[in-house]
């Protein structure tokens, strides 16, 4: 298991290189004294782009370029976006939290819904409960997010009042930015709790309802029947109709040899699912105008802030990266003659 690691670990570095170097290219579509602009944060600096130009050596050979590029990435020094109106490292420390947030409580409970109804679906094949989860799926997968959105925002929030949008109130916002308030995790629910602060952390839960809820519906749907079908698959297959003949309990059979070989594509779903939460849900937090990573990116690419658009674009690239490296490494724990194999 630790040489499949190793070996997982050892292709990053090029993966990130591959990754690196096609934003690079696309980079260089610009000018130098386009890309100079990128690091300008004040109009009245455009006089000196000359300088930006020598101190960045956007006139150097390519080579030279994305090394020093590269430099700057691994700084943290990826331009001033003009959207967030602060540096796009700075950027991605204010949004990523709130999206990190959203994706942590969704993820889990996605996965136990999923998969359990999944599997209970595939178990008793059309039956009411078949029916039921296959009704949920369809809809859920048929369903747009943002008219999904849309709709709990006019039930919720526009007749009942019950959840509003946004990430918080304006007395959560003076609580939260006030100097007794001490950000240990950046999680505002999870700070809250650790502030004391229990009115603020119920405040806060109440606005990721409709949000949540949004993703969980349609991320359920996709992964129930990802479940349904790959269960359904297996039960039909030869060691299970021998397990049978056997006299195995049916629940050993479900559990211990057909769910195991299911869960492989599930897993695979699972870390794209994570990793498309994580890498920021564009249309749901615009819906919900929830202020995450996915939100910031559409404001940059609506308001041609290529800086914004880089660095959420870098972040999205590194997190899939790192998701595909670790759905590696599930296949080996879920199946070990993957590991057996390599």
């Known amino acids: ?13 090029f993966v990130m290189f591959g990754v690196t170097a096609l934003l690079f290219a696309c980079l260089q579509f610009l000018s130098p004294e386009m890309r100079a602009s990128l690091y300008i944060k004040d109009p009245r600096q455009l006089s000196q782009l000359e300088a ?15 090394g020093l590029w590269l430099k700057q990435v691994a700084q943290g020094e990826l331009g001033y976006s003009e959207t967030a109106k602060m540096p796009v490292a700075s950027a991605v420390k204010a949004f990523f939290p709130a999206t990190f947030e959203l994706t942590l409580i969704t993820f889990f409970p996605i996965m136990i819904v999923g998969v359990y109804f999944g599997v209970l679906s595939a178990v008793h094949k059309d039956k009411f409960i078949d029916h039921a989860s296959r009704f949920v799926a369809i809809t859920g997968y048929s369903l747009p997010s943002f008219v999904l959105g849309l709709f709990l925002l006019m039930v919720f929030y526009g007749k009942l009042h019950w959840f509003p949008p946004g990430r918080y109130d304006l007395t959560t916002d003076m609580l939260v930015h006030s100097e007794t308030f001490r950000h240990w995790t950046g999680l505002l629910t999870l700070d809250c709790l650790l502030n004391g602060e229990w009115q603020g952390f119920l405040t806060v839960a109440k606005h990721m309802v409709l949000p949540a809820t949004t993703l969980l519906y349609i991320s359920v749907a996709l992964l129930l029947r ?43 779903l699972s870390s794209l699912m994570f990793i498309g939460l994580l890498g920021g849900v564009v249309i749901t937090e615009t819906v919900f105008d929830f202020p995450g990573i996915g939100r910031w990116g559409v404001q940059a690419a609506q308001q041609l802030d290529i800086p914004g658009v880089l660095g959420s674009t870098l972040l999205a690239a590194f997190l899939f990266v790192i998701a595909n490296l670790v759905s590696d490494l599930l296949y080996a724990v879920v199946d070990p003659r993957i590991r057996v194999g390599s």
């Open 52 to 66: 930006v130009i020598e101190k960045h050596g956007l006139r150097k050979p390519v080579y030279v370029q994305y």
């Open 1 to 13: 298991m630790l040489k499949f690691c190793l070996k997982r670990l050892a292709f990053l570095p």
């Open 226 to 268: 990802i479940t349904r079908s790959t269960m359904l698959e297996e039960l039909s297959k030869d060691y299970v109709r021998t397990a049978r003949a056997k006299g195995l309990p049916e629940s050993v059979i479900i559990r211990k040899h057909a769910l195991a070989n299911a869960l492989i594509p599930v897993v695979t």
